[in-house]
């Protein structure tokens, strides 16, 4: 099935290097060294408040005023977590992210709602002249990237998607690397993300519906009764709030392979999935395998994963003509090929295991963040702005929907 790509590509394809150092000073104001930036939180949910909220809290010149959630116990949780860490003060809170946004005295917001929220809540801060942090992946749906893109740049807004390995050092230097040649020419990537979730068991917490507002948690998802169990994380696992593995693990290596190459759109996808462990728990497969195929750049990319089995763990292998390479998120290491000039190396700051899903010396994610909050100071583009967010995003879609409709699907203008 034939997409599009025109209108996506005129607002979504980027040359890495050359975004990064696109300057937005002309156009809104910069934050003088010493100016508190005010920053609110949408989405109070784990993600937020276990990684990203107290690690945002502890970036000099930020200043948490404002959160909101539609779960009772998660707002007052991100509210406690800003409190605690300032002793004093208060914090506004509300249900309704709009509420948020029309406050003068926000300048940014950071958004960990669910995937089917990512866009609306993006684009709403956008026009209502906010920077934005959102978490991957950017869009839901394919169509997406291009409303995204455009509200960035027609409201000229600082936006910084959360595919934190960009701002990892070693995956800096690895894209040096391969920019210097130590590759040669790219022909092929594996990337892979398994876990073992086995037994897989319905756990449906202890949250009752009258302490959520369950059609603003909705939104434009289909009107159904209250689900608890698809309410808290397991959202990402049902195709209306989410796309499973590939929009939740593989997009995070897609983006890395883009970051590294410089990749366009894959041209096709297709997918096989199955539901091994989940059956009847996920809508979307516990088991997947796509591979993605750029005929201009003579590339295929190949992901596979699963909750079934955690052998191969997280990382991706990219396989050029004179060496190879192996990157996760804390080492990365370079083999030559027979007869290549390539070196040996092997460098990264991880301490854990290869392949584990968080290297526990490796803080992504305040590197991620300081890079967004020193582009709202510079109002140069961040690392990984809208244009990298809709691009990774949409190689997921196209591999969803090759899964979907049992077929090879085509993106082509």
Not at 16 to 40: P, T
Not at 86 to 103: I, M, N, S, W
Not at 258 to 284: C, F, Q, R
Request: aromatic share 8%; charged share 25%; with cysteine.
């Amino acid at each position: 099935m034939p997409h599009s790509r025109r209108r996506f590509l005129q607002t979504s394809s980027l040359a890495a290097a050359g975004l990064a150092s696109a300057s937005l000073a002309s156009s809104a104001k910069a934050f003088a060294k010493n100016d508190a930036i005010q920053v609110g939180v949408i989405g109070c949910g784990g993600r937020v408040s276990y990684q990203l909220l107290p690690k945002l809290l502890k970036i000099p010149g930020i200043k948490v005023t404002a959160v909101c959630d539609v779960v009772d116990r998660f707002l007052d949780r991100g509210k406690k977590i800003v409190l605690d860490e300032y002793k004093a003060g208060d914090v506004f809170t509300t249900k309704a992210y709009e509420e948020l946004l029309a406050r003068k005295d926000i300048d940014a917001v950071l958004i960990g709602t669910p995937d089917h929220w990512h866009v609306p809540c993006t684009v709403a801060a956008c026009e209502a002249g906010k920077d934005v942090y959102v978490e991957k992946p950017l869009t839901h749906k394919l169509e997406e990237g291009a409303k995204v893109v455009a509200a960035q740049n027609d409201h000229k807004r600082i936006v910084q998607v959360g595919t934190q390995q960009r701002s990892m050092p070693h995956f800096q230097q690895a894209r040096k690397l391969i920019q210097e040649g130590v590759l040669g020419e790219v022909y092929k990537i594996h990337m892979t993300w398994n876990r073992n979730s086995q037994p897989f068991r319905k756990y449906v917490p202890d949250i009752k519906e009258s302490e959520v507002d369950w059609k603003r948690f909705l939104g434009s998802a289909k009107d159904q009764p209250f689900d608890a169990y698809r309410l808290v994380g397991n959202w990402r696992w049902f195709w209306d709030f989410g796309g499973g593995i590939l929009t939740d693990l593989m997009v995070h290596w897609l983006d890395s392979a883009n970051y590294l190459l410089d990749l366009p759109m894959p041209s096709s996808a297709v997918t096989a999935g199955d539901n091994i462990g989940a059956h009847g728990v996920w809508e979307t497969p516990d088991t997947i395998q796509t591979i993605l195929h750029y005929p201009d750049r003579k590339l295929q990319i190949h992901f596979e994963g699963t909750f079934v089995n955690q052998y191969t763990k997280a990382h991706l292998v990219l396989m050029g003509s004179a060496g190879t390479m192996y990157l996760d998120r804390g080492h990365c290491e370079i083999w030559p090929e027979p007869r290549s000039k390539t070196q040996p190396a092997k460098f990264g700051e991880g301490k854990s295991e290869r392949g584990a899903d968080f290297d526990s010396n490796v803080d992504g994610e305040t590197q991620h963040l300081t890079n967004w909050v020193d582009s709202m100071r510079s109002r140069v583009k961040p690392i990984a702005p809208a244009e990298a967010g809709a691009l990774a995003a949409g190689g997921a879609h196209l591999g969803n929907l090759a899964y979907l409709q049992a077929k090879r699907v085509e993106w082509k203008g």
